[in-house]
């Protein structure tokens, strides 16, 4: 869908779904590589920040986007105890 209409309305609603579908069937690099790529532009996936968060914390790089990631995390965790 991406690739023939990457404007599509549609699109945003189908990114968590294929995110879901890849850890469901342990293709772990690919939604990684796809919760990054939606991170860049969009922090308000719990699960994506989670699995984000997480690979960067076991493979000891980037400490400072663990700090960044995890920031979030909480702010996305107030906001939602705070809406709910």
């Known amino acids: ?3 023939q209409n990457p404007q599509s309305q ?3 609603q189908t990114v968590p779904i294929l995110f879901l579908a890849y850890r ?4 772990y690099d690919k939604a990684l590589a ?3 790529k939606t991170l ?3 922090q308000s ?8 968060t997480d690979s960067y914390l076991q493979s000891k790089k980037d ?10 995390i909480v702010e ?5 105890q705070a809406d709910g």
Do not use: F, I, R
């Not at 469901?24 to 293709?27: F, I, L, N, P, W």
């Not at 996936?45 to 984000?52: F, R």
């Open 1 to 3: 869908m991406q690739a």
């Open 10 to 12: 549609y699109l945003a």
């Open 24 to 27: 469901q069937t342990g293709a």
């Open 34 to 36: 796809l919760a990054e």
């Open 40 to 42: 860049a532009t969009d």
């Open 45 to 52: 996936n719990e699960d994506m920040l989670l699995v984000v």
């Open 63 to 72: 400490p400072d986007k663990v700090h960044a990631y995890s920031a979030k």
């Open 76 to 80: 996305v965790w107030s906001q939602g």
